[in-house]
């Protein structure tokens, strides 16, 4: 099985490994029995590969628009009918950033899943019980100033003021068998590097966007790790809001891949980003703003 050896020059280091083994022993299928992974791990790698190459190289597939792009025309300059000269250029799809955001994500933890030990379990919990952590809008990285709030808080107070609020909250609840983290959304204040949230509204922050996404992780990871030394089993929910949809998506995989070997950490809804589930069963645990909640369940949640 051959491929364009023009690919190997926007190739990982694993993908040109990749590469070298399906052209050696003539298919994904005999290349992963070689290299000792799964047929899914290369061939996932081989198409991002591709991917990667048509954003970069748009004649790479001259019969349709590269993976993230709208076709306008090609990159080449063209004179117009009066004589004047002209570029005619992509231009990068809104809409389909996410599920780039996404592919880097997984080939940046690609090497490193699993990488994490699993924690001890803790010697006696009680399985008829289930705690539920619920937060929404930590907002980590606004800034605010004494002279204009009356208090200062910027991302090292919310750091630190994150650690020691679930800390005392963990030491509070009971062992139980099962505990429920939900992060609702908005843990990051903005979702680039820019200051912007989602949608592209400015907000002023606390550090650089990289130093935010930093923070975030470090503090998500403290929590996951202080649930699962406390609790038998951890079910977490990384949900992305209105500030932090695509950071949200990158703490997410990044997590996944973090505690891939952790059996403890419940897999059956870890790490969903889906919306409707979560709003679908939310108010049934007091985890959603009473406003958003049915009426008739609103009593429970006040």
């Known amino acids: 099985m051959q491929y364009d050896r023009t690919l190997l020059q926007w190739a990982t280091p694993i993908q040109r490994k990749y590469l070298e083994a399906v052209e ?14 799964t047929h899914s791990s290369v061939g996932k790698s081989l198409k991002r590969l591709e991917k990667r190459a048509a954003r970069e190289d748009p004649n790479f597939h001259s ?3 590269p993976e993230g ?48 030990k699993p924690l001890k379990k803790p010697a006696a919990t009680d399985p008829s019980m289930l705690a539920v952590y619920p937060i929404a809008d930590p907002h980590l990285g606004l800034i605010c100033r004494a002279a204009v709030s009356g208090e200062d808080f910027n991302l090292e107070i919310a750091e630190e003021m994150m650690r020691n609020t ?17 992060n609702l959304g908005d843990w990051c204040h903005v979702d ?10 400015y907000r002023p922050s ?13 503090v998500k990871r403290w929590i996951i790790d202080r649930l699962l030394q406390h609790h038998g089993k951890v079910i977490a929910w990384v949900l992305g809001g209105n500030h932090d949809r695509d950071t949200s998506v990158l703490l997410g995989l990044a997590l996944e891949a973090l505690y891939d ?8 809804e870890r790490f969903s980003f889906s919306y409707a589930r979560i709003r679908q069963r939310a108010d049934r645990i007091g985890a959603r703003r009473p406003d958003q909640c049915r009426r008739a369940r609103r009593c429970h949640v006040l």
């Open 166 to 182: 679930f800390d005392a909250l963990i030491q509070s609840v009971p062992k139980t068998d099962l505990a429920l983290f939900m």
């Open 24 to 37: 050696k022993h003539g298919s994904q299928r005999k290349a992963a029995k070689a290299l000792c992974v």
């Open 206 to 218: 606390s550090g650089d966007y990289e130093l935010i996404v930093r923070a975030g992780f470090r």
């Open 63 to 65: 019969d349709r628009a």
């Open 69 to 116: 792009y709208d076709l306008r025309g090609v990159s080449t300059l063209r004179r117009d009918d009066q004589g004047n000269l002209q570029w005619v250029k992509t231009e990068r799809a809104t809409e389909n950033r996410l599920e780039i955001l996404k592919e880097a994500m997984e080939e940046i933890t690609e090497t490193h899943t699993g990488r994490l």
């Open 261 to 268: 070997k952790e059996s403890r950490l419940y897999r059956g």
């Open 192 to 201: 680039n590097s820019k200051s912007q949230t989602t949608w592209g509204n």
